[in-house]
Antibody
Framework: QVQLQESGPGLVKPSQTLSLTCTVS??????????WSWIRQHPGKGLEWIGY???????YYNPSLKSRVTISVDTSKNQFSLKLSSVTAADTAVYYC???????????????????WGQGTLVTVSS | QSALTQPASVSGSPGQSITISCTGT?????????VSWYQQHPGKAPKLMIY???NRPSGVSNRFSGSKSGNTASLTISGLQAEDEADYYC???????????FGGGTKLTVL
């Protein structure tokens, strides 16, 4: 059974870069058919898709965050990572990683569903 | 890309049935059968409840069902139980500028 676990600092200073890693266990990140995803949830708010990556390295980002987001994959460690630059208090949120089942045969690569999810990690942006 | 539209809250008594709607456009909900639903209890990660409009993952109670008509998808929970009290989110593939979109979420209260 595939499991995901987020790790990284829980406190980041404004203007710095938020860095999180998601470790995948119980399955290979290199198995095709999945996008490895980051999703966040501001306190008391809904879910916001950040972006996802295929094991080959192809990435897709939310346009509203695209200028600040980088998602990378390390297949040797079975991990993928999120970097969000120039953070502000508005980036304070619980960050989830999730596996997404890919859609094939569409013009814009997408996903059918997210499952499983990591437990989430709260990142607070504050000086 | 605007979020899919869900009611902010719904409620029902134990044993009753409730339906949560998720309204989008022909570019997302109406155009593709890639709608999924998630249940989230406080402090927990979302859990997949329905995928591809109406399919239940293994282990999800058959009290949960999904459907779609036009640009609106629906999640129905029958035989409400106290443990169903949670937030529910829909999601859909979209052919617009961002390839996927979430609904704003619905808080289900079991009276």
């Amino acid at each position: 059974q595939v499991q995901l676990q987020e790790s990284g600092p829980g406190l980041v200073k404004p203007s710095q870069t938020l860095s999180l890693t998601c470790t995948v266990s119980g399955g290979s990140i290199s198995s095709g058919g999945y996008y490895w995803s980051w999703i966040r949830q501001h306190p008391g708010k809904g879910l916001e898709w950040i972006g996802y990556i295929y094991y080959s390295g192809s990435t897709y980002y939310n346009p509203s965050l695209k200028s600040r987001v980088t998602i990378s994959v390390d297949t040797s460690k079975n991990q993928f990572s999120l970097k969000l630059s120039s953070v502000t208090a508005a980036d304070t949120a619980v960050y989830y990683c999730a596996r997404a089942t890919a859609i094939f045969g569409v013009v814009i690569p997408g996903v059918r569903w997210f499952d499983p999810w990591g437990q989430g990690t709260l990142v607070t942006v504050s000086s | 890309q605007s979020a899919l539209t869900q009611p902010a809250s719904v409620s029902g008594s134990p044993g009753q049935s409730i339906t949560i709607s998720c309204t989008g456009t022909s570019s997302d909900v109406g155009g593709y059968n890639y709608v999924s639903w998630y249940q989230q209890h406080p402090g927990k990660a979302p859990k997949l409840m329905i995928y591809d409009v109406s399919n239940r993952p293994s282990g999800v109670s058959n009290r949960f069902s999904g459907s779609k008509s036009g640009n609106t998808a629906s999640l129905t929970i029958s035989g409400l139980q106290a443990e169903d009290e949670a937030d529910y989110y829909c999601s859909s593939y979209t052919s617009s500028s961002t390839p996927m979109v979430f609904g704003g979420g619905t808080k289900l209260t079991v009276l």
